[in-house]
């Protein structure tokens, strides 16, 4: 509290000079400079705090100010000292951001890298492997969700055990088939549709920001690859039907519908799967959802 009192009392005090002497550009960026910038790579987030709530508007350099608090987060954030950079970010974003709301974009892209880090950890939770902020930021967003089922693929049925076994898979697949055949007839039906396998995975593509249409589907299809890899047959297929059915339309891409369909020819082909009522659900969706593409071409 005492440093806060001389701090300001010093600001105080050369404001009155500058009044006198003339000096007012001069002066901000000259108390940006010995104060402001100093505290700041000091860590002294919650002291800055306090003197410039305590000061008049525009004692510092807004741009200044602007241009170190992103250096010196960019540079923490990106470095790898682990939580500790964390820690100065989050007091940055609640001390400082409320005094410098042109800093809102840069706290909200860093939040994202962080959002992102955290999430993947927790779905990887493997060995001492962990991702950083940075690593999300040199990673494109693909990539990074391409590594996480690279060093993980359980991470496909993580949080959804019940496509885990063969059997449990092939129940599931039944219930969804019955309740979409209910539907397309018109019938009442249990609205609950069992959960999708690689939630987790896709809460991550959230985070990213893969939500365009093309995105999504090579999320979904990456999944579904990483799936029927790992010998998760039921929970491939299930990803496939969803393709179809949610994915694909008239206006999707010729490119992303031959993915698809490549994933579909992958699975409804193995021979290790013995599902063949799912199977032979793939293969009618498939030849139905084509066939309304070719039907309305020429109408």
């Not at 009155?16 to 002066?27: G, N, V, Y």
């Not at 960019?74 to 409320?98: A, I, Q, T, Y």
């Not at 309740?179 to 939630?199: A, D, F, K, V, W």
Request: one cysteine or more.
């Amino acid at each position: 509290f005492a440093c806060v009192e001389i701090i300001s009392a010093l600001l105080s005090d050369l404001g009155e000079l500058a009044s006198i002497f003339k000096f007012h550009d001069k002066r901000k960026e000259l108390v940006t400079n010995c104060i402001f910038i100093p505290l700041l790579r000091a860590e002294k987030i919650e002291l800055l705090s306090s003197i410039v709530s305590r000061s008049r508007e525009g004692v510092f350099d807004a741009l200044l100010v602007s241009d170190e608090i992103a250096r010196s987060l960019e540079d923490e954030m990106h470095s790898p000292k682990g939580s500790s950079n964390v820690r100065l970010f989050e007091k940055c974003r609640d001390f400082l951001g409320p005094f410098f709301p042109q800093l809102e974009g840069l706290f909200g892209s860093l939040q994202l890298l962080l959002d992102a880090s955290n999430c993947f950890n927790s779905i990887h939770r493997g060995g001492d492997f962990i991702i950083l902020p940075r690593d999300i930021k040199e990673r494109g967003a693909i990539e990074v969700i391409e590594l996480l089922l690279e060093r993980n693929p359980q991470s496909v049925v993580s949080g959804c055990d019940e496509w885990v076994d063969a059997e449990s898979s092939a129940v599931l697949n039944n219930a969804i088939r019955e309740i979409n055949e209910s539907e397309r007839q018109g019938q009442e039906s249990n609205p609950h549709l069992p959960r999708l396998p690689g939630q987790e995975v896709f809460g991550l593509a959230e985070i990213l920001q893969l939500v365009r249409d093309v995105e999504v589907i090579i999320v979904k299809c990456r999944v579904a690859s990483t799936a029927k890899r790992a010998g998760y047959h039921g929970a491939c297929a299930a990803l496939c039907r969803n393709l179809i059915v949610t994915e694909w339309s008239e206006r999707t891409r010729t490119a992303m519908k031959s993915t698809i369909l490549s994933e579909v020819h992958t699975i409804v082909s193995c021979k290790e799967y013995s599902d063949m009522a799912t199977k032979r659900e793939l293969c009618q969706l498939v030849l139905s959802y084509c066939w309304q593409g070719a039907s309305t071409q020429y109408n």
